[in-house]
């Protein structure tokens, strides 16, 4: 295969390609507390995310979802980053995602919070992509805030 | 050179590479490859004439049209009223006064929609007039602009939205025609050349139907007028639209032509400046058509470079045009299905059929088809093309497409091609 021009070459790396192929925690689990469903008119991308709040701390994130890879794989890269954490730190990644898909190419990503997340910072040169890398991070977002609030303990 | 010999014609020999001299753009490098732009369907790209046409409007001849008195006022009247007559004969119109510039070809189909609601209380407009019991027929496979405006204009008036399915093939449903067109039917609005299947619907049969019953027949040409020679009197209908960008014109303006008895009898859409005959605070009576339906300042400069778009178009030849896609259309129906896992979704044969082919790949998605092609170089469109239904009738979330166009070559969809490989073996 032909090389890659400098500019896509951040678009489609192999996490992506491995993530999108192998995808991580999909398939629906039963014990959630949340449950929401999330698309992107544009391309019909979609995704149904469950997720499981305890003590404060993300206990688990399920989805099933289709689109294409850059939705599919920014969703299973996102629930390796927030399963496990507290809630507030979650979060606190949730918006340091968005800043940079919002930042049209000009926020430097940082690895060691993001980690496998930075390998769509390509993405945020493309506006018509954005919607796809921020699918399952908003989902997330939106089933968090629903199991929290179910709980009774605001964020 | 790639010349494509004209098998219908005599010996007409299409010489592309002079076409793609006339278009500047067509010389860029998109990430360092040569662009091979293959989404024409969505919007065409301008030769040099048309861009110069606009400039020069700007630059020596521009002032206000129909009401300023002075030279320069004169000057861009005249101009635009010429682009007029240039548009009237490209269609074959019966009458110059029958072609009305409206911005695009959504505009130009919501202009009728909204007229003829209009039409419930004017005067002598009873046969634009819908109500409950009253059909308004599409087909299934319209661009949304001419579908959601009658779906609006049935939740007006309480008429009810029929349309035409679709067979397996991507083709009308030929049975269905004469039953979803019947004696309660009002308006058939329907488009020429699908965008997003490339279907080219039996138009003589549909409008003879829609006049059968007496019902308002509309024909939807955007994608035909580049590629089809677009005659009104040889159509027959009673109205059809297009717009001025997919005919390697400027953006921002279109064209409806309609029967002038028709357009005489019909109520405006847009009330302002220069729709009217006079205007006093208890009422307002209306210019004669085009100017009815032309309220505003219209879209001077690019009205004047549409019709040189249409010269342009002339110039090199709607026929060999259409000889030379037929032949790319020939070409990529042959050697795409050899890529592993593509499906064309559409007519798979050339016949009655333009050059604008959907297709899906295997475990692809098409944005990532149309992402991973743009990093070669190569500009398709990837979507449901807003023609949502089509793709829910064959049950895809989304396509790939690829449309052909004048300046279009055989190595550039040999190139397609080649990239559709590499960007299947990526995800394999």
Known sequence: ?155 | MTAVTDLSGAHAVYDVDRVRKDFPILGREIHGRPLVYLDSANSAQKPQVVIDAEADLYAHHYANVARAVHTLGSEATNAFEAARDTVAAFLNAPSRDEVVFTKNISEALNLLAYSFSNASTFPGAERFRLGPGDEIVVTEMEHHSNLVPWQLLAQRTGATFRWIPLDDEGRLVSAAIDEVINERTKVVSFVYQSNALGTINPVARLVARAREVGAISIVDAAQAAPHLPLDVQEIGADFVAFTGHKLYGPTGVGVLWGRYDLLAAMPPFLGGGEMIETVDMTGTTYAAPPHRFEAGTPAIAQVVALATAVEWVQGVGLDAIHAHEVALLEHALEVLPTVEGLHIVGPTTAVDRGATISFTLDGVHPHDVAQLLDERGIAVRAGHHCARPVCVRYGVAATTRASFAAYTTLGEIDALVAGLREVGEMFR
């Open chain 1, 1 to 155: 295969m032909s090389m890659p021009s400098p500019q896509l070459e951040s678009m489609y790396q192999e996490v992506i390609l491995d993530h999108y192929k192998h995808p991580h925690h999909k398939g629906l689990q039963d014990d959630f507390d949340a449950e929401v469903h999330h698309v992107n008119p544009t391309c019909g991308d979609e995704v149904t995310l469950r997720v499981r709040v305890r003590d404060g701390a993300v206990a688990e994130v399920s989805y099933d979802g289709q689109g294409c890879s850059i939705s599919q794989a920014s969703t299973s890269v996102m629930t390796e980053l927030v399963t496990g954490r507290q809630v507030t730190d979650a979060l606190g990644l949730q918006e340091e995602f968005l800043a940079l898909m919002q930042g049209r190419g000009q926020v430097e990503p940082d690895e060691e919070s993001l980690e496998d997340a930075v390998v769509f910072a390509g993405v945020a040169k493309y506006p018509a992509r954005v919607k796809c890398a921020l699918l399952g991070w908003m989902a997330w977002k939106d089933a968090t805030a629903r199991a929290v609030a179910g709980e009774g303990n605001p964020v």
